[in-house]
């Protein structure tokens, strides 16, 4: 077999390996516990929101505990924009809320991003994916359909384990040494 034959086979079995992965269903790779996901209401006060934000990265915040519908996200980000200090601008018209400063705002609903991009349980990695690159996010709410109630959440870090996972066998069929040396480092 040439070099340029046996590349081509190699290629052709990393192909279907991402496929494979691509192809998955966000129920295959979605967070199972959902007492671990991230959760504040709309009405919490913002003292309760820097609370949670001590042990999380992010906030899922719904409507209320009984429907969990999912309405917005607090990230670390949005507390930057509101932990800087004021600045003093000239400028006509009312200004954003986001740049007075975090006395302004007094719940969560105030704070977050409004309309998250969700996603449903029988969604496919691959076209999550596209979501999160095009809308430059790290993290999608998985969301019971009609209801839009959040049930767990899929980041990206949890899609590159899969990936990991997914194309480690075929980095080991072929003999690539990269892809052991990685697995060493994963946590």
């Known amino acids: 077999m040439s070099r340029d034959e046996e590349f081509e086979n190699k290629a052709k079995k990393y192909l279907h390996h991402t496929n494979e992965f691509f192809d998955l269903k966000i129920k295959d790779v979605m967070k199972k516990r959902s007492w671990d996901i991230p959760i504040i209401i709309k009405d919490a006060e913002i003292l309760d929101v820097l609370a949670m934000l001590c042990t999380n990265d992010h906030l899922w915040v719904v409507d209320n505990l009984d429907n969990n519908e999912v309405i917005g996200l607090i990230t670390e980000h949005d507390i930057l924009h509101a932990l800087r200090p004021i600045k003093k601008h000239r400028f006509f018209g009312v200004p954003s809320r986001r740049g007075l400063g975090l006395a302004l705002f007094e719940v969560a609903e105030h704070i977050m991003s409004h309309d998250p991009i969700t996603c449903t349980p029988n969604d496919k990695v691959g076209e999550i994916l596209?979501?999160?690159?095009?809308h430059g996010i790290r993290r999608i709410p998985v969301v019971k359909s009609a209801e839009n109630e959040i049930i767990s959440e899929v980041t990206i870090h949890q899609?590159?384990?899969?990936f990991y996972s997914a194309v480690k066998p075929f980095c080991e069929i072929c003999g690539t040494e990269k892809?052991?040396?990685?697995?060493?480092?994963?946590?």
């Open 159 to 162: 899609l590159i384990k899969e």
């Open 179 to 187: 892809c052991e040396a990685a697995g060493s480092e994963k946590s």
């Open 130 to 134: 596209q979501e999160m690159e095009a």
